[in-house]
């Protein structure tokens, strides 16, 4: 885990006692990133990483290249489980070299529009960097797993955000995902997580009311977040799971 300079002692102290975690503080981050990222090689992603203001997709990506082990599952915290992710355990099982990752499928929205700005914005790069890279505008970072960090190509994320910065792309709060999109297009290492499997809900419209089968994890990607703490609290009761960590 990345600090990104928000946890007091106090939070890391439950994280320690809950759970075997290890937290990385934001100086210690900045300065073993330096080991990865030459100036003189990658000038436009050292530039994001180290000139730009702080944005929480800065973290993000330390904590890919930080993690010390070689197979990675990266989620964010607003992901609940509801079964068995039998998709992700075969992966690590069988250690599949392929990288297994979340989508917007944008079921509920006609295919001229989009559903926010940012989203929008995103496409239209998508068009932008037609010729140049193949790209994956759909690509959620809520969830993915990553098969190694030999993915991560830093020549080709430097090129990347040479393009992004060409258009002030870089500043966008979902850069990261742009960014990890893109590179797992190009690279041909790319499997999406079926839709009915794992949910991305942006908005209340893309939220799963009645719980399917097959549902497995739901990311509580932003406006849908209003229910995330009534469906964890109710998941935490049905498992009793800090009964079973504590």
């Not at 730009?52 to 070689?70: G, I």
């Not at 915290?77 to 992710?85: A, C, N, T």
Request: hydrophobic share 40%; net charge positive; aromatic share 14%.
């Amino acid at each position: 885990m990345v600090d990104d300079g928000t946890l007091t002692e106090k939070d890391k102290f439950a994280l320690h006692h809950l759970f075997e975690v290890t937290i990385v503080a934001k100086s210690e981050s900045a300065r073993k990133m330096k080991r990865f990222l030459s100036k003189s090689k990658y000038p436009d992603f050292y530039e994001y990483r180290f000139t730009q203001r702080d944005t929480f997709s800065k973290v993000k990506l330390d904590s890919l290249f930080l993690c010390p082990f070689d197979r990675i599952i990266c989620m964010d915290s607003d992901v609940l489980f509801f079964s068995r992710p039998h998709r992700i355990l075969d992966w690590l099982d069988k250690g599949s070299s392929k990288v297994l990752y979340n989508f917007h499928s944008w079921k509920n929205v006609d295919a001229s529009q989009m559903p926010d700005m940012e989203h929008a914005f995103r496409e239209l790069l998508r068009r932008y960097l037609h010729g140049k890279f193949t790209f994956h505008s759909t690509f959620n970072a809520g969830l993915f797993c990553l098969p190694n960090k030999g993915v991560l190509d830093l020549r080709m994320m430097n090129q990347l955000f040479k393009l992004f910065d060409e258009v002030t792309y870089s500043r966008f709060s979902i850069v990261d995902e742009t960014l990890l999109g893109c590179l797992f297009a190009n690279t041909k290492v790319g499997t999406k997580l079926p839709a009915d499997e794992c949910v991305v809900a942006p908005f209340m419209m893309d939220y799963p009311r009645e719980k399917s089968e097959s549902l497995q994890a739901i990311h509580y990607a932003s406006e849908s977040k209003v229910v995330f703490p009534f469906d964890a609290v109710s998941l935490v009761r049905r498992t009793q799971f800090f009964h079973k960590l504590l």
